[in-house]
C-alpha cells in the first residue's frame, strides 16, 4: 500500500481494540445512521458519516469493536498481542488512511514467498525475494531452466498492470462490466481472469506443479473450489488477491491488526459518532424511509429511530434481523483453518539453503502443490478431511517486533499465522467439541506437546497440518513452542464454526459469502451495497467488492448513504 508512509522512530506502541466507556444507552432517540456491527467496515462507515456532519449510533454485540480485525493475547501471561482472525493488509486504500487521518501503517515483507519441495530425493525450496536475480536463481535451481521464471514475470506483469486500472475503482461507484472491460483494456487479461476458469490460465501458462500450485492458492483462500470451477469463485477469488494498493502486495500491520481497529475506533469518535459495545440488535424494522431498531444490553432492551441503516453484519443475519427471505445465492459456508503459534524460536528447514528468518518471512506454502490442491479439494468435497492439508505460514513478527513484549523479543521469540485451505465447516458439523463450542485454544487436547490424546475433528487436522510442516523441518515444531504461564504450549487454532460462533461468520465465511467480480449486474445498486429496502445499507464483507481488510464497503455505504 505505497500511499500509506512507514512509521518513523521512536516505534509506536502496539495498541489494542477499544472498548466504549461511553453511557449504556444511546444519548438520542434518533439518529440519521444507526449501524449494526463494530467491524472495521462498520467503523469505517461511521467515521465517514460523522465527519459529513451526521448523527451516527454504532451498536455492537461483543465487548469490544474491531470484529475479526483485532489483536489480542491469546496465551496466559505471554506478551505477544497476535492479529488472532484477519492478519494481513492489501485491500485497504490509501484513500480511505487519509480521508480518515488514520494513525496506522503497514511493511512490506522482505519475501514474498517460500515453498519447500522434494526433487530428486534432495531437499530445496522456492524463494520468491530478495531481488530478480535472487528469484531467478531459485527458480532455475527448483524446475532446471529459466521457463517458469519468466513465466511468471509476464503473468504477474499483467495481474499488475490490471490491479492499477482495477483497484481505483474499488472506491468508485460500481463501473458496468464492459465499462470494467474497456478501462483493464487487455483482451488476453481479460480472458485469463473474468471469462475461463484459473485453472485453464494456470495450465496454459506454466508448466512445473509446484510453481501452479503457488499461483492456485490466491484464488483459494476462504474459497472452496476447484481450480476449473464452472462458476469461477476461484477468479474471483484470485482477482481480490492481485489487485490490493494496485500492485497485489501483502502488507504487515504495524502493531498488529487491532492498530486498525484502534485508529478507525478514534477517528469515528472524534468525529462524533457514539459507539456502544455490549449492545446486540435483535430487529430491524423499514417502510423504506424510516427505520427502528431494537437491541438489548446488559440492563435490558431498547429501541432507536434512523434515517438510514447500515448492517456490517452478513447478508444472511441481515435478513434473519428484517424478517426477510435468506439470500438466494443459499448459505455462505467458510472453509479455513486458522492457528496462532508463539515460538521459542523459529524451526530450522531440511532445505540447507534456506534460512528461517526468510522463509517465514514471506508466505510459507505447505502441501500446496498443484496436484496436491486438487486432492485436498476432491476427499474434502466428498466428506472426508484431507490427507495432506494444505496450508501457508507466515511470521508478523520478523517484520513487525513491535507486537512482541521485550522480554520475548530480546529472547528470540517469534509468532506464526498458519492458514489452512479446504476444510469446509461441513467437515467439523456433528463433531461434539464443536457442537459443546470447545475452545480452539492452546489447552486443546490435540495440540503438539500437550501430551494430550484429543481426538476431535479439529484435534486430527492440527496434527495432520502440522506433519505437512514437520516434513520440510530439521527438528519437530513442537520443540520450538513456547509454553504459557500455565505450562501449556502457545498454539491454538480456529475452524470455520468456531468463527460463527465467535464473530457471527456465517459458517465461518470470512467473506461473509463468496466474492462477485468488482461490477455492476441487474442485482447491484449503484455502489454495490444497495438492498430491497432503500434506507438499509450493507457495509460489510458481504458488500460487492467487500472481503478482506479493506474498509471499503464502509466507504461505499456512507457514500450510499450520502446520495453521492
Known amino acids: 500500500m505505497p500511499t500509506t508512509p512507514e512509521p518513523t522512530a521512536p516505534e509506536p506502541s502496539p495498541r489494542e481494540p477499544a472498548a466504549s466507556s461511553a453511557p449504556a444507552t444511546p444519548i438520542r432517540g434518533a439518529y440519521d445512521a444507526v449501524i449494526v456491527g463494530g467491524g472495521h467496515n462498520a467503523l469505517v462507515a461511521a467515521a465517514y458519516l460523522a465527519r459529513a456532519s451526521r448523527s451516527v449510533l454504532l451498536l455492537e454485540r461483543l465487548d469490544r469493536v474491531g470484529g475479526a480485525a483485532v489483536s489480542t493475547r491469546p496465551f496466559a501471561g505471554m506478551d505477544a498481542r497476535l492479529s488472532r482472525y484477519s492478519y494481513l493488509v492489501s485491500l485497504l486504500p490509501g484513500k480511505i488512511v487519509d480521508d480518515l487521518g488514520l494513525d496506522f501503517a503497514v511493511r512490506h515483507r522482505s519475501v514474498s514467498s517460500y515453498t519447500p519441495a522434494v526433487r530428486d530425493g534432495r531437499p530445496t525450496g522456492l524463494l520468491v525475494g530478495g531481488g530478480t536475480a535472487r528469484t531467478r536463481a531459485s527458480f532455475a535451481r527448483l524446475t532446471g531452466s529459466d521457463r517458469e521464471f519468466e513465466a511468471w514475470e509476464r503473468f504477474y506483469g499483467m495481474t499488475g498492470r490490471l490491479a492499477e486500472r482495477v483497484f481505483p475503482t474499488l472506491t468508485e461507484p460500481l463501473p458496468t462490466r464492459g465499462e470494467l472491460r474497456d478501462r483493464i483494456d487487455d483482451e488476453a487479461a481479460w480472458q485469463a481472469l473474468f ?167 514471506g508466505t510459507f506454502h505447505i502441501a500446496e502443490g498443484y496436484g496436491q490442491l486438487a486432492e485436498a479439494h476432491r476427499q474434502a468435497a466428498a466428506g472426508e478431511l484431507p490427507g495432506a492439508p494444505p496450508s501457508e505460514i507466515y511470521c508478523h513478527s520478523l517484520t513487525d517486533p513491535s507486537i512482541l513484549g521485550p522480554e520475548l523479543a530480546e529472547s528470540g521469540h517469534h509468532t506464526l499465522t498458519l492458514f489452512g485451505l479446504h476444510t469446509p465447516a461441513r467437515l467439523f458439523e456433528g463433531d461434539p467439541a464443536q457442537d459443546s463450542g470447545a475452545s480452539g485454544g492452546a489447552q486443546g487436547a490435540g495440540a503438539p506437546g500437550a501430551g494430550g490424546t484429543g481426538d476431535s475433528v479439529r484435534d486430527r487436522l492440527l496434527r495432520a497440518t502440522l506433519a505437512q510442516l514437520d516434513a520440510h523441518l530439521a527438528e519437530p515444531l513442537s520443540d520450538c513452542l513456547a509454553t504459557d504461564a500455565e505450562g501449556r504450549p502457545c498454539i491454538e487454532a480456529k475452524t470455520p464454526l468456531d468463527l460463527d460462533r465467535e464473530l457471527r461468520l456465517p459458517r465461518g465465511h470470512i467473506f461473509h459469502r463468496d466474492l462477485s467480480f468488482p461490477y455492476a449486474t441487474e442485482a447491484t445498486g449503484r455502489w454495490g451495497v444497495e438492498t430491497r429496502h432503500a434506507n438499509v445499507l450493507l457495509c460489510g464483507a458481504g458488500a460487492v467488492r467487500g472481503g478482506g481488510v479493506s474498509g471499503i464497503p464502509g466507504h461505499n455505504a456512507a457514500m450510499a448513504a450520502l446520495g453521492r
Open 195 to 361: 471469462e475461463q476458469p484459473l485453472g485453464v490460465t494456470i495450465e496454459e501458462t506454466f508448466a512445473d506443479d509446484l510453481v501452479r500450485g503457488i499461483v492456485l492458492t490466491d484464488g483459494l483462500i476462504g474459497t472452496f473450489a476447484d481450480a476449473h470451477d464452472p462458476g469461477l469463485a476461484q477468479n474471483r477469488c484470485f482477482l481480490y488477491h492481485v489487485i490490493g494498493g494496485g500492485t497485489g502486495d501483502w502488507n504487515v500491520p504495524v502493531g498488529g491488526m487491532g492498530a486498525l481497529t484502534t485508529a478507525l475506533a478514534g477517528a469515528a469518535r472524534a468525529a462524533g459518532a457514539e459507539i456502544r459495545t455490549g449492545h446486540e440488535v435483535t430487529r430491524l424494522e423499514t417502510d423504506g424511509t424510516h427505520a427502528e431498531v431494537t437491541y438489548r444490553h446488559a440492563d435490558g432492551t431498547g429501541t432507536v429511530a434512523a434515517r438510514h441503516v447500515l448492517a456490517g453484519a452478513s447478508p444472511e443475519e441481515l435478513a434473519a434481523l428484517l424478517g426477510d427471505e435468506p439470500p438466494a445465492a443459499g448459505r455462505a459456508e467458510g472453509c479455513q483453518l486458522k492457528v496462532n503459534m508463539l515460538l521459542r524460536r523459529l524451526p530450522r528447514l531440511r532445505d540447507p539453503e534456506a534460512d528461517p528468518r526468510e522463509a517465514f518471512a
